[in-house]
C-alpha cells in the first residue's frame, strides 16, 4: 500500500516504491485521482485514466518509432538493432506491411484450426500433471502452452523448441525501464543465438517451403505485392512474434488461475457455468493485465481528454494496468466479476498496434483453464507463488498447487 499520504511526485517507474510490484493497483488508483499525467523524466510522462491512455493508442500523433529511447539504452548492439526492426516498434511502412503479412496468417479460420491442437496439447499436460510430485501451474502448466502453440504457427521441430522460453524472457527483460548491465548482456546474447538459429531455419524453409496458410515463417519469407522482406526484417520480425505470444499468454494463463483461486466464489461459479469462459477470460486480462506498459513519441501536441495536452517530442509511458482499473470505465474495478459486460479493457492495446496475436492468446485461455478447473476440482494453492520482480511483465514465476 502507498504510504499516508502517497509521496507522488518521486513515483518513479525505474524505482518503484515498496510494495508496488506486490500490488500495483492502489499506487494507480492514487496517481488516476491526483496526478493523471504524472512526471517521469523531462519530457516524460505517465498516463493513468482509461480515457487518456484509448486517446493516446488512437492518436494519429503518437509514434511507436523507439530508437530515440532505444540508442542510449542498447548503443549498438543487437538488442538495438532487434527492438528497431520488429514491428511493435515501428511505424508505416515498414509497420504496415509486417502486419498486413502476418494478420493474413493469424485470421479466424487459422485459429479455428489450431483448437484441436491446443486441447490435445492441454490434456497431455494435465495428465502429466497428475504425476508431478511437487506440481507448480507456471512451470508445469502455463509455461508449456504458449510456447508449443507459436512454435506450431511458425513450423519450428519440436525437439529444437526448448531454448525459445530463456531466449524469450532474457530479450523481453530488456524492455524494462532501467535493465542492469547482465539484463542487458543476456538479452544481447539471446538476440545473436537466435538469429544463429533461425538464419539455418530459414534455409531449410527456403529449401522445403511450408502452406503459407498455415505456416506464418513460409508466408513471412513470401512477402506481399510490394516484394519481400530484408533478411533483417524476417529474422527480427520472427523473433518478435516467437517472443510476444510466449511470456504474455503464459501470464494470461497464471495470473488468470492465481486470480480464481483467491476469488473461490467465481472460480466454484466458473466450473458451474463453463460457457462464461469467454467474458471469463476477459475478465481475467482486465484485472491482471499481462502486459502493463505500452510507450508511445508524440508528433505533434495531443489534448488528452482529461484536459491537459502532450507537447510534441514527448515520451508517453501508457499504464494499461492503471487505465483496466479506472472506476470512471468499470463498475468495481477492484472486484472480479467473471460475467462482466461490457469489458473494454486494453489489455490487448489498442488502434493500429493492437495486438496482432489476440485470438491465438484467448484461445489458449479459453482451453486451458476450464480443462484444468473440471480435471482437479480440488485444486488449491500450496505455499506462496512466487511473483516476477518486473514492472512491464505482470506474472508469476512459480504458483505451486495441490491437485
Ligand atoms: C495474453 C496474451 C497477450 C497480451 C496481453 C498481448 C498484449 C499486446 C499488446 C498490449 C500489444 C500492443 C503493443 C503496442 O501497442 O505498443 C501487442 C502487440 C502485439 N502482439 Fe500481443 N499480446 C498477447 C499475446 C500475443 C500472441 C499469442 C501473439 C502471437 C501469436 C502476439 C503478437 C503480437 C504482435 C505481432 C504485436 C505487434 C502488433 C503491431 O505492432 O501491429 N501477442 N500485444
Not at 289 to 300: D, E, G
Not at 392 to 401: A, K
Request: hydrophobic content about 40%; charged content about 20%; overall charge neutral.
Amino acid at each position: 500500500m502507498p504510504t499516508d499520504p502517497p509521496d507522488l511526485s518521486r513515483f518513479s517507474l525505474v524505482q518503484p516504491p515498496a510494495g508496488f510490484i506486490d500490488d500495483p493497483y492502489p499506487w494507480y488508483a492514487a496517481l488516476r485521482q491526483a496526478a493523471p499525467v504524472h512526471a517521469l523524466g523531462p519530457e516524460s510522462w505517465l498516463l493513468t485514466r482509461y480515457d487518456d491512455v484509448l486517446h493516446v493508442y488512437r492518436s494519429g500523433h503518437a509514434s511507436s518509432d523507439q530508437k530515440r529511447e532505444f540508442a542510449p539504452k542498447y548503443g549498438p548492439s543487437p538488442l538495438f538493432e532487434h527492438h528497431t526492426t520488429s514491428l511493435v516498434f515501428n511505424d508505416p511502412p515498414l509497420h504496415s506491411r509486417v502486419r498486413r503479412i502476418l494478420m493474413g496468417a493469424l485470421n479466424q479460420r487459422a485459429i479455428a484450426r489450431m483448437e484441436a491442437g491446443v486441447v490435445a496439447l492441454v490434456d497431455q499436460l494435465l495428465d502429466r500433471l497428475a504425476d508431478t510430485p511437487e506440481p507448480d501451474l507456471i512451470e508445469h502448466f502455463a509455461a508449456l502452452i504458449p510456447v508449443e502453440v507459436i512454435g506450431n504457427l511458425l513450423d519450428v521441430p519440436r525437439s529444437e523448441r526448448e531454448p525459445l522460453r530463456a531466449w524469450s524472457l532474457a530479450i523481453l527483460s530488456a524492455l524494462e525501464p532501467a535493465p542492469s548491465a547482465d539484463l542487458l548482456a543476456r538479452g544481447n546474447a539471446a538476440v545473436s543465438e537466435f538469429l544463429a538459429y533461425l538464419r539455418g531455419l530459414v534455409a531449410q524453409r527456403k529449401a522445403r517451403p511450408g502452406d503459407p496458410d498455415l505456416d506464418v515463417l513460409t508466408r513471412l519469407m513470401l512477402g506481399d505485392g510490394q516484394g519481400s522482406l530484408s533478411e533483417a526484417e524476417l529474422l527480427h520480425n520472427c523473433i518478435f512474434l516467437l517472443n510476444a505470444g510466449h511470456e504474455t499468454t503464459t501470464n494470461l494463463i497464471g495470473n488468470g488461475l492465481h486470480a480464481l483461486l483467491r476469488h473461490p466464489r467465481q472460480l466454484e461459479r466458473l466450473r458451474h457455468e463453463p460457457a462464461l469462459i469467454g467474458t471469463a477470460v476477459e475478465e481475467l486480462l482486465r484485472f491482471e493485465s499481462p502486459l502493463q506498459l505500452n510507450n508511445r513519441l508524440t508528433t505533434a501536441p495531443i489534448e488528452l481528454p482529461s484536459g491537459h495536452t502532450l507537447a510534441a517530442g514527448c515520451f508517453v509511458t501508457l499504464a494499461i494496468g492503471a487505465a483496466n482499473h479506472d472506476p470512471a470505465e468499470f463498475h468495481a474495478p477492484e472486484q472480479l466479476e467473471l460475467a462482466r459486460k461490457p469489458n473494454n479493457h486494453l489489455a490487448f492495446g489498442q488502434g493500429a498496434h493492437a495486438c496482432s496475436g489476440m485470438n491465438v492468446a484467448r484461445l489458449e485461455a479459453r482451453v486451458a483453464l476450464p480443462r484444468l478447473l473440471a480435471r482437479y476440482p480440488k485444486l488449491a494453492l500450496r505455499g506462496q507463488p512466487v511473483r516476477d520482480r518486473r514492472v512491464r511483465f505482470r506474472g508469476l514465476r512459480q504458483l505451486p498447487v495441490s491437485l
